[in-house]
């Protein structure tokens, strides 16, 4: 069993910061790709940020976000960041954490969805 499980969300206003972070746990043998993606009322899921695994991390984050955002990842803590900065009222969604991650009792790699963290940009 594995679980994704993010925190940080919440209230904040236009300008504003907060930080997300997104914990992995359960029988899990090795973490690939992560990301962070959102979901606004009447819109589709769209990506945020990626960053992959390994030394480094190459991260990859949508236009709309790009010098806002920071994805980060803890590998010893099995968890990713994000950091949202200078915050606009379209920025307003819930964000989901999503993982590749290969399981303690399965060799191939298969994709995992937390429960998602609202966040909230109003004056």
């Known amino acids: 069993q594995v679980q994704l499980v993010e925190s940080g969300g919440g209230l904040v206003q236009p300008g504003g910061s907060l930080r997300l972070s997104c914990t992995a746990s359960?029988?899990?043998?090795?973490?690939?790709?992560m990301g962070w993606y959102r979901q606004a009322p009447g819109k589709q899921r769209e990506l945020v940020a990626v960053?992959?695994?390994?030394?480094?991390?190459?991260?990859n984050y949508a236009d709309s976000v790009k010098g806002r955002f920071t994805i980060s990842r803890d590998n010893a803590k099995n968890t990713v960041y994000l950091q949202l900065n200078s915050l606009k009222p379209e920025d307003t969604a819930v964000y989901y954490c999503?993982?590749?991650?290969?399981?303690?009792?399965?060799?191939?790699?298969?994709?995992?969805w937390g429960q998602g963290t609202q966040v909230t940009v109003s004056s």
């Open positions: 359960g029988s899990i043998f090795s973490i690939y790709t």
């Open positions: 999503n993982a590749d991650i290969v399981r303690t009792t399965n060799a191939q790699r298969n994709n995992y």
């Open positions: 960053i992959s695994g390994g030394t480094g991390g190459s991260t």
